[in-house]
């Protein structure tokens, strides 16, 4: 499988699959990028002193399962410095809540039964609002807070697109946006809104990039 491509007109920025050794460095940027979501404020109860410890063990897990399952994890590169990443689930793989049983080991042992069992609601709450059959789900994507507003998060979307474009059973692209930012982000890279979803005690925008335009599909 090719590498995700991006506009090769800046030599300085390419897009390539994490290894093993990036994952750490890929976990500490989305701790920092989702550190105050309102979904996993609420999932992983904030107002309680071990927040952030059980924030970057789910974290930490949930990398640890794309990778075990092979699936699309990006990093954006400036130089030799990671400005960003993006992991998607592939359709194929079968988009689910339902994960292995030693993820759900370690993610209980690290982020608690109930943080545990309201990510996997999560998930089945958002993935059952999906208009598709076959799709990518982007579950995660940062960019670095230093690095931010100056155009990486298209150059990361780019990439996303070279996945969806490699993978032509996949309908497209499906991202549960929980903040005004992350809409606007979407919405301009040509992401459609499709329905407010509640998790919780939360509402996000449920966002969908078509592989097609649907009202060109007969």
Known sequence: MSSPAVDKSNVDIKAAYLSAEDLKLAASLLYQAYHDDPVFLEIFAADKIDYEQRLRAAIREELNAFWQAKQPMIGLYLGETMVGVACLNNPEEGVSSERFWHWRLKMLLGAGYFGTKQMIEKEKVVLAAVPLKKFHMLSF??????????????????????????????EGVAVYATS???????????????????????????????????????
């Open 141 to 170: 994507i940062a960019i670095h807070p230093l690095h931010q507003h100056h155009g990486f998060g298209h150059y990361l979307m780019a990439a996303v697109n070279t996945i969806l474009a490699e993978h032509t059973e996949s």
């Open 180 to 218: 005004k930012k992350y809409k606007a982000f979407f919405k301009d890279v040509d992401y459609q809104f499709i329905e407010e979803v509640v998790v919780g005690n939360v509402s996000g925008s449920l966002m969908v990039y078509y592989r097609e335009n649907p009202e060109s599909v007969d």
